[in-house]
């Protein structure tokens, strides 16, 4: 009896133990935990490691957070809600959730398992027999790394190229990091420092075709998403903006080829600063399209082309009998060009071919080029003027001082739409006209407009720009001349005052002198000249939007 008493007490001991301590999961006993996802993977590679169980060991803290959040002696902490199953995307009351399992083991290799859903900074679910219960206690489910994908499925986007992923959570090469819920960042495993600093990386993305557009898709639906690109060559930012959910869910495209970095900053919630940082880079290679303003114009007349797309004027080459001694500006992320015309362009047919290098492409145009009838004009002066004036002298300061300044020009586009006559008077000569200089044909056409005005008259900047040249000449005599940019230049000659010095800033209106009869002149007026670079343009096209003749001056003064 003795021994079945013991014996007994000992099976008793045992099931106690047994069921006390053997399958107990307390802060003491609970050795590690594993976690898996097992969801609709979300475009993950079988290969990644975010798809595989991970064997976790806890620190006393995260014991207990765990194990409270597993407390359900309480009643009125459960509820019951249903779980779907919709397109391989678990739903729970018509919202995705993020599914994972988590095994339990103990120091006697006791396991429990359960499936938890995550769905929001406050509610997760835990599924318990056919039951499905609301986590009153989930803040371990959102701080430990076992969990860290429920952040990257719910708030890093997918990116397709031409409907082709090229940045989602199964992709490790683009950067990206993001704040959990209590602070703490999780990224991939690159440093910050590369989020912020593309440096020279090596592209992996292209777009090469017009209609190829950069998608963004996120799974929780940002409240804003500000970006910013910057050329990797020159680490210049070229784009910086924000729009919100409702405008796009394509990224913008820059306008010129080139290889880029993308740097997004994606807002939910800023109250809780939720966010998340993604880096990328691509290589833009879409074809050159070419704009040309005007295929029929008069002698005199500019042709504006544009090309879009080019990043440099390497990638183009323009050929033709009118298209010599081109210069590209850039202007608002193009490339711009014009053929200048004057008196020295024989009217005719003429064709056009912009070379697309980088893509074999070439498109033609035909420009005809219709004749203007000039005037000529007869003057008489004083032969001592002429000798005091026209001579070898003269010409050689002018070769020497005033030809090589308007050789080249500001990249910068200084000059408004609209430009200025200097100054009042009365239109004396027009552009182009041929000149009888004491009965005697001269050998060049007038290559500006002449008003008459009385001495120290005031004489006004046409247009804003930097004073590229003033001095005193033989020939031409005060002189000044400013730079617009993109090789735009205006000259003013004969002035009796010169009010600004070289590298001056003036805008446009700015008093700069006065007229006078220095030089080579018949008397006081202002000798006005407009050019792209040196070669001599109608002033009238930029004035009033064409030939500035004596009879328009008449109208605009009347």
Do not use: C
């Not at 912020?196 to 090596?202: A, D, L, V």
């Not at 295929?295 to 004027?313: G, L, V």
């Amino acid at each position: 009896i003795f021994f079945i008493a013991v014996f007994v007490l000992l099976m008793t001991f045992l099931g106690v133990f047994y069921f006390t301590l053997y399958t107990s999961f307390t802060e003491l006993t609970l050795s590690f935990i594993e976690i898996q996802y097992v969801g609709d993977r979300q475009g993950l590679d079988p290969g990644t490691s975010d798809i595989h169980a991970k064997k976790y060991r806890l620190s006393k803290e995260e014991k207990t957070l765990l194990l409270q959040s597993l407390d359900f002696k309480t009643d009125n902490s459960v509820k019951n809600y249903n779980l779907v199953l919709i397109d391989d995307v678990y739903q729970i009351q018509e919202e995705t959730v993020v599914p994972f399992s988590m095994r339990l083991v103990n120091r006697f290799n006791q396991e429990k398992r359960y499936n938890v859903y995550l769905k929001n900074k406050n509610t997760a679910f835990i599924e318990i027999g056919n039951y499905l219960y609301e986590i009153m206690d989930h803040d371990f489910y959102y701080t430990h790394q076992g969990f860290d994908l429920y952040y990257k499925i719910k708030y890093l986007p997918t990116i397709e190229l031409d409907k082709n992923i090229v940045f989602g959570i199964g992709n490790p090469e683009f950067n990206w990091r993001m704040k959990r819920y209590d602070g703490n960042m999780i990224q991939n495993n690159r440093d910050e420092v590369e989020i912020n600093s593309p440096g020279k990386e090596e592209t992996s993305l292209q777009l090469e075709r017009e209609e190829d557009q950069i998608k963004i898709l996120f799974n929780e639906r940002p409240n804003e998403i500000a970006y910013t690109i910057l050329n990797i060559d020159t680490n210049e930012e070229v784009e910086v903006g924000v729009f919100d959910e409702a405008e796009s869910d394509f990224l913008p495209i820059p306008k010129l080829n080139g290889n880029y970095h993308y740097q997004l900053e994606v807002f939910w919630n800023k109250e809780i600063s939720r966010k998340a940082v993604i880096s990328f880079p691509i290589e833009i290679s879409l074809p050159i399209t070419f704009s040309v303003d005007h295929t029929t114009i008069f002698q005199d007349e500019i042709i504006e082309i544009t090309a879009n797309r080019a990043a440099t004027m390497e990638d183009i080459i323009i050929e033709g009998d009118i298209a010599t001694d081109i210069q590209w500006h850039s202007e608002n992320q193009q490339l711009r060009t014009v053929i200048a015309t004057n008196y020295h362009t024989d009217p005719g047919s003429y064709s056009i071919e912009l070379k697309d290098l980088n893509h074999g492409k070439t498109h033609s145009y035909d420009v005809e080029i219709l004749p203007r009838d000039y005037k000529t004009q007869y003057l008489t002066i004083d032969p001592s003027i002429e000798g005091r004036t026209r001579n070898q002298e003269a010409y050689e300061e002018r070769d020497q001082y005033f030809a090589p300044v308007r050789k080249t020009s500001s990249e910068n586009k200084y000059y408004d739409k609209e430009f200025l006559l200097p100054t009042e008077g009365r239109l004396t000569t027009e552009f182009g006209e041929r000149r009888y200089v004491n009965d005697e044909l001269t050998s060049y056409r007038h290559n500006g407009i002449d008003i008459a005005a009385p001495t120290g008259t005031e004489v006004l900047a046409t247009n804003h720009g930097e004073v590229v040249f003033e001095r005193e000449m033989i020939l031409m005599g005060n002189t000044i001349v400013i730079d617009h940019g993109h090789g735009i230049f205006s000259t003013y000659l004969h002035l009796d005052e010169i009010q600004v010095d070289t590298g001056d800033w003036v805008e446009k209106a700015d008093i700069i002198g006065t007229v006078g009869t220095t030089g080579f002149s018949t008397g006081p007026h202002l000798h006005f000249t407009l050019s792209y670079y040196d070669m001599p343009l109608e002033p009238g096209y930029f004035i009033i939007g064409k030939s500035y003749t004596k009879e328009e001056h008449y109208q605009i003064r009347r």
